[in-house]
Nanobody, 118 residues
Framework: QVQLVESGGGLVQAGGSLRLSCTAS????????MGWFRQAPGTEREFVAS????????YNADSVKDRFTISRDNAKNTAYLQMNSLKPEDTAVYYC???????????WGQGTQVTVSS
């Protein structure tokens, strides 16, 4: 069983930055693909970014490309999402997830709220 805990959300003005963290329990963090998703009110959860177990491969959704960066530190069992140039449309609850592949997300965190004011 893997438990994921997100932190770092909050209120920020448009154009600002936030860094989200996702800390995992267990000794197998380094074997999992990690991802970030978000869900705004009245919408479905959408993919934001993913990173391979080694950190060598990352993928971003088009909506956040060149603004968001996903990374991980396996020694700290933590994944990060650096969010720059934030826009009001980035407002959502952000969730981290882990799994064996980008098509198999087995574990989810409880989410952290990000609100971007205009």
């Amino acid at each position: 069983q893997v438990q994921l805990v997100e932190s770092g959300g909050g209120l920020v003005q448009a154009g600002g930055s936030l860094r989200l963290s996702c800390t995992a329990s267990g000794r197998t963090f380094g074997t999992y693909v990690m991802g970030w998703f978000r869900q705004a009110p009245g919408t479905e959860r959408e993919f934001v970014a993913s990173i391979s177990w080694s950190g060598a491969s990352t993928y971003n959704a088009d909506s956040v490309k060149d603004r968001f960066t996903i990374s991980r530190d396996n020694a700290k069992n933590t994944a990060y999402l650096q969010m720059n140039s934030l826009k009001p449309e980035d407002t959502a609850v952000y969730y981290c997830a882990s799994g064996g592949s980008t098509s198999s997300w087995n574990y989810w965190g409880q989410g952290t709220q990000v609100t971007v004011s205009s």
